[in-house]
């Protein structure tokens, strides 16, 4: 990050990253793949490395979600062309496009296979079902419920209307970034943000949800 940044934070990162790439591998049966020749996106820098660094995840077949395969967003750069990096690397995509095996890769395309983010998510959602938990979605956050100096809740804005979730241990909020939101962006990015690659759902929900309560 060049100096910008918490470095007691940098630290913390790395030293409890390998515990949570083991916790995950675990709960959800998979080996991560260690790309020894994948390069930091800038190794020249100080500390930068040419390859070692970066871990991806196993193609993942979503037809083990059954009806819910519609849950599952699709990356709609390269959904269509489901391969690792790995394999990427092997066949030497970024420098030749053209030399891939793209027969195979449309029958995996086909077949319901997917890679990267979605692979990974899919296979949190498949832990995530297997559970009895439906994510509900299409609701945005609208506001903490408070009661007793206590999150107790929270009210969310979905089709059918306003609907007011009462929470019996406690309220996650895990809404990711904000960059979809024109008024957030202009408040905190030191840059205007004119194509976001992520989610069109990343709006900033938790960050409003929170900022109408003093003791935030």
């Given at each position: ?7 007691a934070l940098h630290r913390v990162y790395a030293s409890e990253l390998p515990r949570v790439i083991q916790f ?52 709609l750069v390269n959904g269509g062309a489901p391969i690792t990096i790995g394999e990427a690397m092997r066949w ?125």
């Open positions: 990050s060049q100096g910008r940044g918490d470095e995950v591998e675990d709960a959800l049966g998979f080996a991560f793949e260690p790309l020894l020749d994948y390069p930091d996106y800038q190794p020249e820098l100080p500390g930068g490395r040419a390859g070692g660094r970066s871990l991806d995840n196993p193609l993942y077949d979503t037809t083990r979600l059954g009806e819910d395969r519609p849950l599952l967003r699709r990356n030497r995509v970024f420098s030749n496009p053209f030399g891939l095996p793209y027969k195979e890769v449309a029958a995996r395309a086909k077949a319901g296979i997917v890679h990267g983010g979605a692979a990974l998510v899919g296979r949190f959602l498949e832990a995530l079902l297997a559970q009895g938990l439906r994510p509900r979605t299409r609701h945005a956050a609208e506001r903490l419920v408070v009661e007793d100096g206590r999150v107790v809740g929270l009210v969310a804005s979905t089709p059918e209307g306003r609907v007011l979730f009462r929470a019996t241990k406690g309220v996650v909020l895990a809404c990711g970034g904000f960059e979809w939101n024109a008024s957030l962006r202009a408040r905190f990015l030191p840059i205007e943000l004119t194509h976001p690659l992520s989610p069109p759902h990343n709006t900033g929900d938790e960050m409003i949800a929170m900022s109408r309560f003093p003791f935030v």
